[in-house]
């Protein structure tokens, strides 16, 4: 069908699929963003239980982590199925420094971030000789080997030093949140200010030097090459921003419930979470917002209405599959058609009537 | 010249692309409404079988029409001894009325109703066959249903006792409402779902808890907002180790440690291996405690630790007897163990070892699973009482749970410790005065309960406020699958775990048990 | 040094069943594009389906008829309805929309199947010979027979025969394929029918050989994928090969006290030295589909 094989050719060459530039543009002005998430992160917490407040944390975490996704793939077309494994890293790095050496929050989930993002550039090194499928194949199996060596070796579970092991009694030491936010609301708050400085940092990327390197080296590598582009330098870069913001979101989430299971960031959910990625919209900012409340919010309503966990499984399976028929661009993207043809529809209806 | 944006093509373009984002949002309207209402139909059926109180809905599997549904109402003997747990292969006969307790729900009841009611009466709340009718007291329950097993058989049998309460008078006229919610073996979710529990429904209490990470994520909170548990099953270390967390059962450390007592004792072993699922905070704990109590008295354990989820059991098996012990201690969940069982009995290895493992195993679908290669050579310790016991509170817990629970509760271990945490909660808040029922005084009663005598357990339970260690349960029995079921093969036994010394001490001490 | 032998029998053993769920991924990869993590919840699903018949007295050979039977709907579902509206889309888009219909299959498993302890019963599982010090079932000798014969059938098929030439077609460029008059529904049918009979056989097997649980089982795609990626997703010896490689490094793992806890990274990481090898001469300079 026609309009389909358009979108992806229009989608391999870096813009949104469908919708215009202006439309993408309109999403993107930062004005119209930060009003409004100042005003979520001051009134939400009062507005809302402390169920919906831990899973709007929780989607905040995870749209961070998707940010680091849609980042590979909208801007360059590389597929990471590693995130969630390296977001797990980065909640493991941080625990051990917690526990282990006692430094203040926000120096812990910088070293999380860190680590994260080393590590991410090791698995991003083999970018540089593959994409497509071999790429995601690789990325999941790094996920894979991270899923079994973490479900072995553990996370702390509460006790002092590196390892942080409490062998029989004792205190037990949850992960000490940051000093300036303890309660559920105000670690709620910190999250979104962390979370937004995070989107604020790829949209500096975008906008400067990396994003247009990166723009050429999707179009062709081998302009990229000719114009000078070190085009090794900017595929790991993006690798290792993928993995900086993973392993701050990792921080976070080791913070928000104190203390983690080494089962719980399986292979098989960091290709969930590029599903949502792909279907949230890779190509803007809203795309790993709606990923992180499809991630998160979404179950939770599941939980809230009763509805069996194995039930909700089937009902996420059927979304997704409908999401990713319905639209290459994602959700995101069609909100973003939907603005523009009403934008165009109002300007016209203006123009006709100053006719 | 007209103008461009008045052009016919232009104004089909813009109109075709809102017509192409408008229709999606259609579709997925459309998409959306009929996701809903299916959940909502599946969701109203399968809660119009199971006790409103339940919020995890059950779904009651119509798997085969020809199966034929097992009377396990005819008699009580009988139930634990025919596989009961395939009662979720029942069909669902009638759905339970939480209505009138003279009530039978199912027709194979019917032989002696009201003498059968009257008794179950008895054996709950206040026993006047009253519905109660006051300002619902909340009371919580955190288990991990969905994910690699199901645990919430805890919270089933917590919710039949409940119900039976409900509908005998309640808590001095006032009603329980039971909140069960899943957590998906996630902490995250553990921690989300019980601070919906605590911050939001205000519960007084939980009750039945039965989670493999909810215990280490939310024992922090417990202790914050002075919320008192009495877990059904406690797992890892964290459930036995946490201030304000009292399971009823012994825990798998306990439960290997009389597994290994006894074979020590009847079999002579002198080396052990003990296999554990290597869940951090567990295995080494477990296997740690055996290694303990065999310094003392010469013997050996060696371990292996596994990826719960291997495809080859084999190879665990030929490591296991890799250092020629004299028994091995499978010690995980019944739906690990088979596997290995299986591959045991491919190397047709029963005589050449003693193969035994802690109530875990204790499942009246096992012997089935396992076969009858098994019989006479499988050894399981027990943490409560025989599912099939005479005694009173056991023959309470199976009769309310056929009048007030589904026919797909597991009649299993799971079940008796939820059953008697809710008891020892009902008993424990019926002493309150009805009117100033709040949280504090819910958790200083429930801190106090002391020399709690059931026949479901060996020794009097009490929640041991003063102790670092809740473990209140520490003596057990042995069964062995002999033709397809489980026999009981001793009576109750101390388990001699050097970390039990404090409270042993607080216990002679007095005033705990008598 | 702990005798290794026997690890090196359980480790064949296990190395079939991956074996046999990659050829089926590559089977299908080859001839419709689509590298599916459903593969194995079909194959599951099958045999969730012949347990509770087979408890009900309906003869065996039936039950497994009627799970094999399951599969191979299932597996046409997906491939008619469903992956047709995807064909235009990413070769990893496709991939991760399996996931969707594994999520589906995954969820009613689960909700409609209850968790009971249960190992499905195979009647050659009583019969064995010892090797090595380590009885064998006759079950895993059918399984490591059945992941040779399936290789080599499955190879034969796609080089000898005119369905197999389209399917080669097909996946090769899809949209020359058709303007060649290559009748691409009707070929992709047959991808797709045979990819859900390989499922539900090797879903009997493992429901036996490991055992008959949904998750657990679902998810042991990703190893399947491992084996596949040692053959590069279009040799079918070397998913074989890499497979029964697999299989034998994870199990020889096992005596050796400090890495037996992590032996289950052996798929993961012989499949990333087996991609980085292969791909170790590439530069890429033009974008395109790899």
């Given at each position: 069908m026609a309009p389909r094989s358009l979108n992806t050719d229009s989608a391999a060459q870096g813009?949104?699929?469908?919708?215009s530039p202006a439309a993408v543009a309109s999403l993107g002005s930062v004005a119209g963003v930060t009003v409004p998430l100042i005003l979520v992160a001051v009134f939400l917490p009062e507005l809302v239980g402390s169920f919906w407040l831990r899973a709007f944390t929780s989607s905040a975490i995870f749209a961070l982590a998707a940010a680091g996704v849609a980042l590979l793939y909208g801007r360059l077309g590389l597929v990471s199925l590693a995130q969630v494994a390296l977001l797990g890293l980065g909640a493991w790095v941080t625990l051990r420094l917690s526990h282990g050496a006692g430094l203040p929050f926000e120096l812990v989930l910088l070293g999380g971030g860190i680590a994260a993002g080393l590590v991410g550039l090791v698995v991003g090194l083999p970018a540089l000789r593959m994409r497509g499928l071999y790429l995601a194949l690789i990325t999941l199996m790094a996920a894979g080997c991270f899923q079994v060596i973490v479900g072995g070796?553990?996370?702390?579970?509460?006790?002092?030093?590196?390892?942080?092991?409490?062998?029989?009694a004792g205190a037990r030491l949850l992960m000490a949140r940051p000093l300036i936010a303890q309660s559920d609301p105000a670690y709620f708050r910190y999250v979104v200010v962390v979370v937004a400085a995070g989107f604020l940092l790829v949209a500096l990327h975008r906008r400067t030097r990396p994003g247009r390197a990166w723009a050429l080296i999707r179009k062709s590598e081998a302009c990229a090459l000719s114009a000078g582009v070190n085009v090794t330098l900017y595929k790991t870069w993006a690798f290792t921003l993928a993995g900086f913001l993973a392993g701050i979101a990792g921080g976070l989430l080791a913070g928000s419930v104190g203390q983690l299971d080494g089962r719980n960031f399986p292979a098989s959910d960091s290709i969930l979470l590029f599903a949502l990625t792909v279907v949230g919209g890779a190509y803007s900012w809203l795309g790993p917002a709606i990923t992180g409340l499809l991630l998160r919010a979404f179950p939770s309503l599941l939980i809230a209405w009763g509805v069996d966990g194995n039930l909700a499984y089937i009902v996420f399976g059927a979304a997704l599959l409908h999401a990713l028929i319905t639209a290459p661009a994602g959700v995101a993207g069609q909100l973003s058609d939907l603005v523009a043809g009403l934008r165009a529809r109002f300007k016209r209806h203006n123009k006709e009537q100053d006719e | 010249m007209k103008k461009l944006s008045n052009h016919p093509m232009t104004r089909r373009q813009y109109s075709a692309s809102t017509e192409v984002g408008l229709r999606k949002c259609l579709s997925w309207f459309v998409f959306i409404a009929m996701l809903s209402t299916l959940v909502i139909f599946v969701t109203a059926c399968t809660s119009s079988s199971s006790t409103p109180a339940d919020t995890a809905a059950e779904a009651p599997t119509e798997a085969s029409e020809s199966e034929a549904v097992q009377?396990?109402?005819?008699t009580v003997s009988e139930v634990a001894t025919e596989a009961p747990a395939e009662a979720s292969a029942d069909e669902a006969a009638a759905p339970t009325e939480e209505a009138a307790a003279a009530e039978p729900t199912e027709e194979a009841m019917a032989e002696k109703p009201t003498e059968e009611a009257a008794m179950s009466d008895a054996l709950c709340g206040l026993g006047n066959g009253q519905e109660a009718t006051g300002e619902p007291i909340n009371v919580g329950a955190v288990v991990g249903a969905t994910g690699p097993d199901d645990f919430s058989s805890a919270a089933k049998g917590a919710a039949a006792y409940f119900n039976c309460v409900n509908a005998n008078g309640g808590i001095n006229g006032r009603p329980i409402n039971y909140i069960v919610e899943d957590d998906g073996w996630n902490p995250e979710q553990a921690a989300q779902v019980a601070a919906k529990l605590v911050n939001d429904d205000q519960v007084v209490a939980m009750v039945g808890n039965t989670s493999f990470v909810e215990c280490a994520a939310n024992a922090q909170l417990y202790e914050d907002e002075n919320v008192i548990v009495i877990s059904g099953v406690g797992v890892p270390r964290e459930c036995f180790y946490s201030a304000n967390i009292a399971p009823t059962n012994q825990g798998p450390r306990l439960s290997n440690l009389g597994m290994i007592q006894y074979a020590y004792e009847t079999y002579g072993a002198k080396k052990i291996t003990c296999m554990a699922p290597n869940v951090p905070g567990m295995a080494e704990w477990l296997c740690a405690g055996l290694a303990a109590w065999g310094a003392d008295k010469g013997v050996t354990v060696e371990t292996v630790f596994f990826d719960p989820a291997t495809m080859d059991p084999t190879s665990l098996v030929l490591q296991a007897i890799s250092s020629e012990p004299d028994a091995i201690t499978v010690s995980t969940p019944a739906g690990v163990a088979i596997p290995i069982f299986k591959a045991a009995e491919e190397q047709d290895l029963r005589e050449a070892y003693h193969w035994m493992g802690p109530t875990?195993?204790?499942?009246?679908?096992f012997p089935a699973a396992v076969g009858s290669y098994w019989d006479g050579h499988l050894d399981a310790q027990i943490e409560f009482v025989n599912t099939d016991s005479e005694g009173s509170d056991n023959q309470a817990w199976l009769k309310i749970l056929d009048e007030y629970g589904t026919p797909d509760d597991p009649r299993d271990s799971f079940s008796q410790a939820g059953f008697l945490a809710a008891k020892i909660f009902v008993a424990t808040v019926l002493e309150l005065d009805p009117a100033s029922l709040d949280r504090e005084t819910v958790s200083e009663a429930l801190r106090g309960v002391s020399n709690f005598k059931s026949d479901l357990v060996c020794g009097p339970w009490y929640f041991?406020?003063?102790?670092?260690l809740h473990n209140a349960n520490h003596a057990g029995r042995i069964v062995q699958q002999v033709d397809g079921g489980w026999q009981t093969v001793t009576d109750c036994f101390e388990v001699e775990d050097p970390d039990l010394k404090p409270i042993l001490d607080m216990e002679a001490a007095g005033g705990l048990v008598d | 040094m702990p005798n290794l032998s026997p690890f090196f029998v359980t480790g064949l053993a296990v190395g079939a069943i991956y074996a046999l769920s990659g050829v089926g991924l590559v089977v299908l990869y080859r001839a419709s594009g689509v590298l599916t993590v459903a593969y194995r919840a079909i194959g599951s699903a099958g045999a969730l389906l012949a347990w509770p018949l087979a408890q009900d007295g309906l003869p065996q050979a039936l039950a497994w008829l009627v799970a094999i039977g399951l599969a191979t709907l299932l597996s046409l579902v997906y491939g008619r309805v469903l992956a047709p509206q995807l064909a235009y889309r990413d070769t990893v888009v496709k991939a991760v929309a399996t996931l969707g219909f594994a999520l589906i299959l995954l969820g009613f498993a689960r909700w409609y199947w209850s968790d009971d302890p249960r190992q499905l019963p195979l009647p050659t599982s009583t019969m064995g010979l010892s090797l090595f010090g380590v009885r064998v079932t006759v079950t895993r000798l059918i399984a490591f027979s059945l992941a040779l014969l399936i290789t080599i059938g499955v190879a034969l098929f796609l080089n000898r025969t005119r369905l197999g030439l389209s399917m080669r077609a097909l996946a090769n460029n899809r949209d020359l394929s058709a303007m060649l008059g290559i009748r691409v529904l009707r070929v992709e049918t047959w991808a797709w029918l045979i990819s859900g009979v390989l499922a539900g056989v090797s879903g009997l097997m493992l429901s036996d050989l490991v055992r008959l649980d949904a998750i657990v089982l679902t998810f042991m795609v990703i190893p399947a994928m491992a084996a596949a990626v040692v053959g590069r997703l279009r040799s079918l010896a070397g998913t074989l090969i890499g497979g029964l490689l697999i299989g034998v490094l994870e199990a020889v793992a096992t005596p050796f006290q400090a890495i037996t806890p992590y032996r289950s990274v052996a798929p993961f990481v012989v499949a990333i030295i087996v991609i980085l090898w292969l791909q170790r001469r590439r530069v890429i300079t033009f974008t395109g589909d790899q």
């Open positions: 813009q949104p699929a469908t919708g070796t553990g996370f702390p579970d509460g006790g002092p030093g590196f390892l942080g092991r409490v062998t029989s | 009377p396990t109402e005819a875990s195993l204790y499942d009246l679908d041991g406020a003063d102790a670092d | -």
